[in-house]
């Protein structure tokens, strides 16, 4: 079955920068297309971004253009989310999915980010 | 960025009870968005996929309908595993984005 295990979460402080990532077991990664959700502590679910199974295109939410970037390794079933410039505001849990009909289907766990001065 | 509106942003109901949430689109989204549940210390499930399509597994008193702008999750007869947050989802253009959530409480 699809199993999705994120991490590389933690605390850091605004300005600093993270690279998560989420180790995928149990389907033909390359095939398919990746997605990273966040929750914001108190917050709703905010849509993070998407990378194509090839890897060659990928997009984002508008609160993190330009400061994230997602990334993915076919050879050994990674995707990565590379988060810099971070804001008290990104504090939250972020998740990463596998795409079916477009949307997020299966999910990771979730890790943990915290960002505090 | 296409805006999702859902109401009500929270409900009270009873075991047995018919629900329904509603989602609006700032544009028209055909029939491409989806339904999540949430749970408290849970990732999202994914409980509708392209409007009114059920997942595997996704037990049938749920249900979606609409399309173009308006959009409804209905649970025919609410379960107290149905306590959770639900999202609508639009995957109509990029980027994505979610409705802020209902809150059922049972």
């Known amino acids: 079955q699809v199993r999705l295990v994120e991490s590389g979460g933690g605390a850091v402080q605004p300005g600093e920068s993270l690279r998560l990532s989420c180790a995928a077991s149990?389907?033909?990664?390359?095939?398919?297309?990746m997605q990273w959700v966040r929750h914001a502590p108190g917050r709703g679910l905010e849509w993070v971004g998407y990378?194509?199974?090839?890897?060659?295109?990928?997009y984002y939410g508008d609160s993190v253009k330009g400061r994230f970037t997602i990334s993915r390794d076919n050879s050994n079933n990674i995707v990565f989310l590379q988060m810099d410039s971070l804001r008290l505001e990104d504090t939250a849990i972020y998740f990463c999915?596998?795409?079916?009909?477009?949307?997020?289907?299966?999910w990771g766990q979730g890790t943990r980010v915290t960002v505090s001065s | 960025a296409i805006q999702m509106t859902q109401s009500p942003s929270s409900l009270s109901a009873s075991v047995g009870d018919r629900v329904t949430i509603t989602c609006r689109a700032s544009?028209?989204?055909?029939?491409?968005l989806g339904w999540f549940q949430q749970k408290p210390g849970t990732a999202p499930k994914l409980l509708v996929y392209?409007?009114?399509s059920l997942p595997s597994g996704v037990p049938s008193r749920f249900s979606g309908s609409g399309s173009g702008t308006d959009f409804t999750l209905t649970i025919s007869s609410l379960q107290p595993e149905d306590f959770a947050t639900y999202y609508c989802?639009?995957?109509?253009?990029?980027?994505?984005?979610f409705g802020q959530g209902t809150k059922l409480e049972i």
């Open positions: 999915a596998k795409e079916d009909w477009g949307l997020p289907r299966d």
């Open positions: 149990g389907f033909t990664f390359r095939n398919y297309p």
């Open positions: 990378i194509r199974s090839d890897g060659s295109n990928a």
């Open positions: 544009q028209g989204v055909r029939n491409t």
């Open positions: 392209e409007a009114s």
């Open positions: 989802l639009q995957n109509y253009n990029y980027p994505y984005t």
